[in-house]
């Protein structure tokens, strides 16, 4: 069977147009309406290190949080870092998350990679940080809720399921302990 002369011009459009839509100029006001979206978490850039404790069927668990947050592509994204350290020198959870903006929408979204799992999940600003749910079942979720005063970050996570008050699960506070140029430094360069 012969491909029909209208799949073939399709094909061979699709083809040539691909290039065009590749050498699109940048679009300068949606990068500054994220730059200066994600300059609002400018607090979080650095190297941070503290306490943690997460709850789990056998009983709480301590360790040593750290955090490392920087920006990536002209700081249009902000990218995190998080491993802990158990008392024995383990790393029981180690996560990856990329904050971005959509200009179009106004909304914030933080794509998560932890444990095995991944998601995107809405990000809210407050006046002292920001918030993030992870949905947990029917009826339930895991909300995140970090917040940033004297310079203490705080971030902890609740259980919370339609009809009962909320669980924490989830408590770090970190303070900060240096700068990092990660991830945008170390990059290739063209020779």
Do not use: C
Not at 87 to 101: E, I, K, L
Not at 105 to 117: D, E, T
């Amino acid at each position: 069977m012969r491909p029909s002369f209208s799949f073939a011009f399709a094909l061979f459009g699709s083809l040539m147009l691909a290039p065009t839509a590749w050498g699109q100029a940048a679009d300068s006001a949606a990068i500054a309406a994220q730059q200066a979206a994600v300059k609002k978490l400018d607090w979080m850039r650095g190297l941070w290190r503290g306490k943690a404790e997460t709850l789990t069927p056998d009983g709480p668990i301590e360790m040593t949080q750290t955090e490392r947050i920087g920006t990536i592509l002209d700081g249009t994204l902000l990218v995190i870092e998080g491993k802990a350290y158990g008392t024995d020198g383990s790393v029981p959870f180690h996560a990856f998350g990329v904050v971005s903006y959509n200009q179009a929408s106004g909304k914030y979204v933080l794509a998560s990679h932890a444990q095995g799992r991944s998601g995107s999940f809405p990000l809210s600003l407050t006046d002292t940080g920001f918030t993030w749910e992870v949905p947990a079942g029917p009826n339930a979720l895991a909300r995140y809720t970090a917040t940033f005063a004297g310079g203490v970050y705080v971030e902890v996570g609740d259980y919370v399921t339609e009809g009962q008050p909320p669980r924490r699960f989830f408590t770090m506070t970190l303070k900060r302990v240096g700068d990092t140029d990660w991830p945008a430094a170390g990059g290739l360069s063209k020779d």
